[in-house]
């Protein structure tokens, strides 16, 4: 149980275009979803949370018009990297919990690698 | 953003042999979670840790909660080439409002066959 689904995978995009990432919960409903960044070789930053039918939280640095995030249903959470630059390469990764709770442990999608060119 | 400090950042150790790895805080924390990362991949949950002292058992890994509740540790027994990858030690800090966690810088893992 507890199944986070990314989509897609990977992705190239010209510098100036913009890309959009799902994250899924495949067999509970969330909520809420994290939305997290890693660069190569470092650990996993926390960017937003993203909040089911209200807006984003957004950590302190991450500009929210750079990365809309929409949770639009139980089930589902986009991320859209817009205006893409090559320094917004790198590795997105949504994590979720079937409930919320303090005995609630995250569980993540298999993340999706995003070069800009 | 804050992070924890987990060390040893990297280790190469010897198949058949133990690990050993863990993760401090200046503050305390409500919950440890530890991850496993395999290149290319999302994190997968390993243990969860949610009371002062506890101590949980996967397989051949174990995870305590530290007494002072600052810290966690991990420990792999008889090592095995697949054990291989970065772990990952995340908290959740006792102020936190919601339920974000903070992760760990990493530990490297290589088994040497």
């Known amino acids: 149980g507890a199944v986070v689904s990314q989509h897609p995978s990977w992705v190239i995009c010209k510098s100036g275009t913009s890309v959009k990432i799902e994250c899924r919960s495949l067999?509970?409903?969330?909520?809420?979803m994290f939305w997290y960044r890693q660069f190569p070789k470092q650990s996993l930053m926390l960017m937003a949370t993203s909040n089911e039918g209200s807006k984003a939280t957004y950590e302190q640095g991450v500009e929210k018009d750079k990365f809309l995030i929409n949770h639009a249903s139980l089930t589902l959470s986009t991320l859209t990297v817009t205006s893409a630059h090559p320094e917004d390469s790198s590795f997105y990764i949504c994590s979720a919990s079937p409930f919320l709770g303090p005995d609630s442990p995250l569980h993540f999608g298999n993340g999706t690698r995003l070069t800009v060119t | 953003g804050q992070q924890l400090n987990q060390s040893p950042q990297s280790m190469f150790i010897q198949e058949g042999e133990d690990v050993s790895m863990n993760c401090t805080s200046s503050?305390?924390?409500?919950?440890w979670l530890w991850y496993k990362q395999d290149p290319g991949e999302g994190p997968v949950l390993l243990i969860a840790l949610y009371k002062a002292g506890e101590l949980t058992s996967n397989g051949r890994l174990t995870a305590q909660f530290g007494i002072t509740r600052k810290d966690s540790f991990l420990n792999i027994s008889a090592s095995i080439p697949s054990d291989v990858g970065i772990y990952f030690c995340?908290?959740?800090?006792?102020?936190?409002?919601?339920?974000?966690?903070?992760f760990g810088t990493g530990t490297r893992l290589k088994v040497l066959a």
């Open positions: 067999d509970f409903q969330a909520t809420t």
């Open positions: 995340a908290g959740r800090p006792r102020t936190s409002g919601t339920y974000k966690y903070i």
């Open positions: 503050s305390i924390f409500n919950t």
